[in-house]
């Protein structure tokens, strides 16, 4: 069998490394080998990552490659790649380049037909839908949300209607602004998930309805903290039995003073519903009213 040792000094590589995105024993035993093994750990946080060397005893020198440096640093690395180096690329927790630095590093690796390598491993996104009972056949990661409110109901007007589950990420000190935004676009029956502190003490996923959802946030200080990630169920066709008591006692009011299409398509508006399922509600149970 061959060893990492000698497959590393006969073929130069950049190897794209996950680590653990809290409990250290989620390193794999390969990572492990290639952290050991390289030339050089390509690392966002020198320090944060040389916590993790130390309790592995690894010793491989590190270089800093974050958000702040990659486009002028990255040809460093290729470079050092090109003569004959190889290169581990890790982030400070998870897979790197999903909302982490690598991209502009693994781009120009390519172009210049240097081998890139991907290791399995840790990842929130993958680790929070795994676990939250959404539909799992189809999502999508749309990576941190924006920081300010305007672009967050942007973002929620563009999925509203997605049949996908969606998943964010979200700093603890913006998570209860985010869920305010996502309820006005979304409305209080969507089903969220939070998880948060994946794979560490204080792991939380729970799930409910959007409205419940933030409310139990509200209610405990502790969900308000740490790592987070945002799943959202994607958008279903409403059923008659969907339109609430509210929805319907809205549709009926409207529908004395205005037609009943405009009165349906005003309601949809309201409760984020189908305006065609509204519609032929009306036309079931107001018409013979």
Not at 77 to 89: F, N, Q, T, Y
Not at 238 to 247: K, V
Request: some cysteine.
């Amino acid at each position: 069998m061959t060893t990492q040792n000698n497959f590393l000094s006969e073929c130069p590589t950049l190897y794209i490394v996950p680590t653990p995105i809290g409990n250290l024993g989620d390193i794999t035993q390969r990572a492990i080998e290639v952290l050991s093994n390289v030339d050089m750990i390509a690392a966002e946080d020198t320090r944060h990552t040389g916590k993790l060397l130390s309790f592995f005893n690894i010793q491989t020198r590190t270089f800093a490659l974050h958000d702040h440096n990659e486009q002028q640093k990255a040809q460093v690395l290729v470079e050092k790649l090109l003569a004959g180096h190889s290169i581990a690329l890790v982030s400070d927790a998870g897979t790197p380049l999903i909302s982490d630095p690598g991209y502009h590093l693994v781009n120009q690796c390519r172009q210049a037909g240097i081998r890139v390598v991907p290791l399995p491993g840790a990842c929130a996104v993958i680790t929070a839908l795994s676990a939250s009972g959404l539909p799992s056949d189809s999502f999508s990661f749309e990576g941190f949300l924006p920081p300010k409110s305007k672009g967050r109901r942007d973002k929620f007007l563009e999925i509203a209607k997605a049949s996908r589950t969606c998943i964010f990420y979200e700093s603890p000190h913006r998570i209860l602004d985010s869920l305010a935004d996502m309820l006005a676009i979304l409305g209080p029956d969507r089903s969220v998930v939070l998880a948060r502190e994946l794979t560490k003490t204080f792991e939380t996923i729970q799930g409910m309805p959007l409205g419940e959802l933030i409310e139990w946030v509200k209610s405990d200080e502790n969900q308000q903290k740490g790592e987070m990630v945002l799943l959202v169920h994607g958008y279903r066709e409403p059923q008659e039995s969907d339109i609430s008591d509210e929805a319907s006692r809205t549709l009926a009011i409207l529908s004395q003073e205005l037609p009943l299409k405009k009165a349906a398509a005003l309601t949809a508006e309201i409760y984020n519903l189908k305006k065609n399922a509204l519609y032929k509600w009306g036309l079931e149970h107001l018409a013979s009213s």
